[in-house]
């Protein structure tokens, strides 16, 4: 099956991206001249430029386009203001997860939704399952590029081309008519790599335009970034990955994410199964942990005590700013506490770890 690109392909190759299949998406694993360590490296230090086109995106429209919203996500959106965001899972019934996403707040009866490349056509026919009179709902992906400027310099590169003051879009905020470098965009403050950020949604025929103009700028302390760097920063940040700490067999509070399930709402898609969840206690928990023996963690790993299976790493690795291997698990709750001694199954041998809490990156304020 022949890959689909992005509007930015043409960048890809003229910065001369190591290209892969990614869920069916040919994308920049790394940039030859860099690589991930690198650019995982300027990220943290400076700013990278992301291609994040490949998401997708849902046109939620008309007067019950609240209430169906509210329906679908187990964050109360109820409170959003206009041009706010919020970040969400999205749970069948029985409290797994479709998706996790993010809501944009246009107005009481628009809303815009940023869904997972991989899950976007699955997502749509969940949402138009559940569609109700009032709303119009449409698959806008194939509108928008979209590209993230990452780092601690991002405001301050961004800036120089922006016509709007960019200190007035706090975190988890947007704005929907910006003007960077004379092309229009839409602008919010979210992130996926544990810095500062902005991502960029405009006009597919504008993005290599937006592209070459954000590396002018930032030129000496910007550079492109691949997917193998957005991972290893989402990784190190504890941002949670769909498929590994979020999927349709593992609920938002076994992943420790019980500030984003608003079981105080009416009701939404799952609210049942993860009351009782909440109520009984998950037999199940996600927990940190670090790497005492020598080896290096990777997902699906299966994670023991004293020889029983207790669990599987659903994400790790080497966490390159903190200089440690660390991991994610989800193990049988009783052993989900800071200071376990675990093993972690690295090439059929048992090799030391240790729970803990805090052991991952988070941003210097």
Request: proline share 5%.
């Amino acid at each position: 099956m022949e890959l689909r690109r992005t509007p930015l392909y043409p960048m890809h190759l003229k910065y001369d991206g190591n290209m892969i299949d990614f869920g069916g998406w040919e994308l920049p694993v790394e940039y030859k001249a860099t690589g991930i360590l690198a650019e995982h490296h300027q990220v943290r230090r400076k700013a990278g430029l992301f291609d994040v086109s490949h998401m997708g995106e849902v046109d939620i429209r008309g007067e019950q386009a609240g209430a169906f919203v509210q329906e679908l996500v187990t964050n109360d959106i109820s409170t959003l203001k206009e041009n706010q965001v919020c970040y969400s899972p999205m749970c069948y019934p029985d409290g797994g997860c479709v998706d996790d996403l993010l809501v944009y707040k246009h107005s009481r009866d628009h809303y815009f939704l940023v869904i997972n490349a991989a899950n976007t056509d699955k997502d749509f026919a969940w949402m138009q399952e559940h569609k109700i009179p009032g709303v119009t709902l449409e698959n806008v992906s194939s509108r928008y590029a979209e590209l993230a400027l990452q780092g601690p310099l991002a405001e301050g590169i961004l800036q120089s081309i922006c016509d709007t003051d960019l200190k007035e879009i706090n975190y988890y905020w947007f704005r929907p008519r910006v003007k960077v470098a004379g092309i229009d965009c839409l602008i919010s403050r979210t992130g996926y790599t544990g810095e500062d950020g902005f991502e960029l949604f405009t006009s597919p025929d504008r993005a290599c335009d937006l592209w070459e103009a954000i590396l002018e700028a930032g030129k000496g302390a910007v550079l492109p970034i691949g997917l193998g760097a957005r991972d290893t920063l989402r990784f190190e940040a504890k941002m949670p990955l769909y498929g590994h700490e979020l999927d349709k067999g593992i609920t938002p509070l076994e992943a420790h994410l019980d500030r984003f399930v608003r079981l105080d709402k009416p009701s939404f898609i799952g609210k049942e199964a993860l009351a009782r969840q909440k109520e009984k206690g998950p037999e199940r928990l996600l927990v940190e942990f670090e790497m005492t023996g020598r080896g290096i963690p990777r997902a699906h790993y299966e994670a023991q005590k004293n020889g029983q299976n207790i669990g599987w790493v659903t994400s790790g690795g080497y966490a390159p700013t903190l200089g440690k291997n660390l991991g994610l698990a989800l193990v049988k709750s009783e052993y989900a506490k800071p200071g376990e001694e675990i093993d972690i199954i690295i090439r059929n041998k048992p090799v030391k770890a240790r729970t803990g809490q805090g052991l991952f990156y988070r941003r210097p304020k």
